[in-house]
């Protein structure tokens, strides 16, 4: 049977359109149906309207006053269409509609000024992050690729490992095709190097990697030209330097003293600041030093002054016997890791005390439980895993790497329900990608394809799960939550080690399979670990989706130095939605949360709206680290998350966070008290930006440096306050 369009268009003069760049394509009338559909469904008006009544309204119009004499331009058309909605009475819709349009021309505009075509139809920050970062360039530094031919290249280079294991070309290119849809639906995204490096000359496709620091001038100047050739690729490096003798040691070669593992990360922090990672972003390290290290107290407050070791984020590595002397109130030995001796003792309570308190002060040192790493670790006959990549969601083996990649958990909820089917399709074609990335990878140095090759360590993760929750209307801050992250993990989870089983029986196990942990359980596994949750930055970005397993930060911020120093300023665009739907969007609305006032403070809006909208720091600490712990108990390795705290928290607070992760076996833990640094990567509102990158100022009342609380400004003396009027 002829389909309703057909029908329509049988008998219609206008076959043609010309798009802005002057093509002429022809005319699809149901695409102005879709574009009612989509207007009237984001204000709540989907059930009012008859999207294909309106749709054959226009066509009326355009027969009347084109009739095939001319050829109609797009802006005519849309032109046409606002008149129709208009003149139905479907004012919502149409002031959406016009609205939307004006949206794209400003993405157009900002699209022609970076030089670059937007062939995805990818909100303007997505595009501004692929054109400073992924876009493939020529010698003279112009884009000279487009958003759908990079995911084209990446599908191509990552499909062509099939030829190795599949009998036909046509297999290759069904694999192929699956790649690119999955990437170009953002139901998943690989990590960073991947998108930039695949299908090109470098061809370095591994985020994460760990290095080892031998005690000896040679060893850590070897380390530091590995660094080297890893950053330039596009990679991120962790070390231990808990090998490293301590400050004023006796060097007996030389009968010098050790200038200890502080001193020698400052000289991989200055080896950083002059490479970029491809050109494109700069490095970033991870320092760990073990908490029975004597410089162990040096290094806590090493980053006390902020800008001090920038490139390095810093943890300790907290161990079994240091928690126990914690929980009893003694005293802990601390190693000569040179010799092995004990080298005196210190306090726990006052190590901890001090660790809590410097991470109070300004986020750092994170810390790592190191014997609950090794616990979990699946192939301790190759040693005992020292250190993380940069974020801390990555444990490795001296010399191993990791591919990540992450789903977008935003895209699998349909109608307030999660579609496990299309999500379980999506895990196992992920899977099948990041093992064809290792063997598509172009290695660094020979030590790191070994290593790699042995353990075929993968890292699937999640992003847009406050998205997800958010479609399930179900808070983040609630044991509904904390039930939908268990259920959506353990899913991922064993349907990724599904995968990977099968894929072991196909193309055969890891290396170190037979001596593993998991030949104790499975007859043949392709890949030692399959999960891992990372951070997203850039490829949350990319694909719109809200950061890792993180709660939404606010519904309307600035992230800052993401690109380079560069701001960009986010709305949320579901709660625009709802807001919508539900019939409380305003411009006054929009104006309070820029400047930093949460949803719950803001009357007249759903009770509903204010639980599932919840913000970062309106979610109590302990609500964090409970989701954190909800995640990692169905992780292979790591969760990278940050405990988010608001600037009146106690250093009390902050340490209940760290004992709180321990028990309930989180592998590690990161936090962050708002505004304790000047410069933050995530500020609330647009005009409260300034107020936490050092622009200080003094109480026009009293003349003492004003204090900052939420992005507001208050004075300590008399009172005074300044609602995010700083800027």
């Known amino acids: 049977m002829a389909s309703f369009w057909y029908l329509i268009m049988a008998g219609f003069s206008v076959k043609e359109i010309k798009k802005r760049d002057g093509r002429v394509v022809s005319f699809d009338l149901e695409k102005i149906e879709t574009a009612i559909f989509k207007a009237a469904d984001f204000v709540g008006e989907a059930g009012n309207v008859n999207p294909k009544f309106l749709a054959t309204k226009v066509a009326d119009i355009l027969e009347e006053e084109f009739d095939g004499t001319r050829t109609p331009e797009v802006e005519e058309i849309q032109d046409i269409v606002e008149r129709v909605l208009i003149e139905e009475g479907c004012v919502k819709v149409a002031k959406e509609y016009i609205l939307y349009r004006e949206e794209r021309k400003k993405i157009r505009a900002a699209r022609a000024a970076m030089g670059l075509t937007d062939d995805l139809k990818m909100p303007l920050n997505s595009l501004k992050v692929l054109e400073k970062r992924y876009l493939r360039r020529n010698e003279n530094r112009e884009v000279v690729e487009t958003p759908r031919e990079l995911f084209q290249r990446v599908a191509h280079a990552i499909a062509l490992a099939d030829k190795k294991f599949e009998n036909s070309k046509r297999d290759v290119e069904k ?8 990437m170009t639906s953002f139901k998943f995204l690989p990590n960073s190097p991947t998108l930039m490096n695949a299908g090109t000359d470098l061809g370095q496709l591994s985020a994460c990697f760990v290095l080892p620091v031998e005690d000896s ?18 990679g991120g490096t962790g070390f231990s330097f808990s090998k490293l003798r301590p400050e004023g040691d006796v060097v007996r070669s030389s009968g010098g003293v050790a200038s200890g593992p502080v001193s020698f990360m400052g000289v991989f922090d200055a080896a950083t600041n002059v490479i970029k990672q491809g050109g494109r972003r700069r490095g970033a390290n991870m320092g760990i030093l073990r908490v ?23 943890s300790i590595a907290l161990t079994d016997k240091f928690m126990k002397a914690l929980e009893a109130g003694t005293d802990y030995e601390l190693v000569n890791p040179h010799n092995g001796h004990v080298a005196g003792t210190l306090s726990a309570q006052s190590v901890f005390d001090l660790i809590t308190s410097m991470a109070w002060s300004n986020g750092e040192p994170g810390v790592i439980f190191i014997d609950s790493i090794n616990k979990n670790n699946p192939t301790p006959q190759l040693g005992d895993i020292e250190s993380t990549n940069p974020c801390g969601e990555q444990p490795l083996l001296p010399y191993e790497s990791c591919n990540l990649g992450s789903i977008n958990l935003s895209k699998f909820v349909e109608d307030g329900s999660v579609n496990w089917e299309d999500l379980e399709k999506t895990v196992r074609t992920a899977v099948h990608f990041l093992d064809n990335v290792i063997e598509q990878n172009k290695y660094p140095i020979p030590q790191i394809k070994e290593m790699a090759i042995k353990t075929r360590k993968m890292g699937l993760g999640v992003m847009g799960f406050a998205d997800m929750l958010v479609g399930l209307r179900i808070p983040y801050n609630s044991e509904a939550g904390i039930k939908m992250a268990r259920k959506v993990m353990s899913f991922i989870g064993e349907t990724a080690r599904e995968e990977s089983e099968r894929l072991g029986k196909k193309r055969g196990s890891f290396l170190a399979f037979k001596e593993s942990k998991l030949a104790e359980k499975y007859s043949e596994m392709r890949n030692a670990t399959v999960t891992t949750i990372a951070p997203t930055g850039t490829i949350g970005i990319i694909a719109n989706a809200s950061g890792g397993v993180e709660p939404l930060f606010a519904l309307s911020y600035v992230r800052s130095n993401v690109l380079d120093n560069d701001s960009l300023v986010e709305v949320n665009r579901v709660f625009e939605k709802v807001a ?21 403070e803001i009357p007249g809006i759903p009770t509903w709206v204010k639980e599932v909208f919840v913000t970062a720091h309106e979610i109590t600490p302990d609500w964090h680290v409970k989701m954190q712990a909800a995640f990692q108990k169905y992780t292979d390795n790591a969760v990278s998350k ?4 608001s600037l009146s928290a106690t250093i009390e607070d902050v340490r209940e966070a760290y004992l709180t992760a321990y028990k309930l076996g989180c592998k590690g833990i990161t936090i962050y008290r708002y505004g304790s640094r000047e410069t933050q990567v995530l500020n609330v509102g647009i005009k409260s930006a300034s107020t936490v990158t050092g622009n200080k100022k003094e109480c026009p009342k009293c003349h003492v440096p004003l204090e900052f609380k939420e992005g507001c400004s208050f004075c300590p003396k008399c009172g005074h306050s300044d609602k995010c009027n700083l800027a």
Do not use: R, W
């Open 175 to 182: 694999t192929e095709l699956e790649f690119f849809e999955l």
């Open 217 to 234: 001038l040679t060893g850590i100047f070897d380390s530091l030209k590995y660094t080297a050739l890893i950053h330039q690729s596009g």
């Open 292 to 314: 029975d290290h004597p410089d162990v107290m040096k290094f806590i407050v090493c980053k006390q002054k902020e800008g001090n070791y920038s490139n390095f984020n810093i």
């Open 580 to 600: 919508k739907e539900e019939n409380f969007f305003s411009s006054e609305l929009v104006g309070k949360l820029a400047q930093g006032v949460h949803l719950a």
């Open 642 to 645: 940050t405990i988010n705290f």
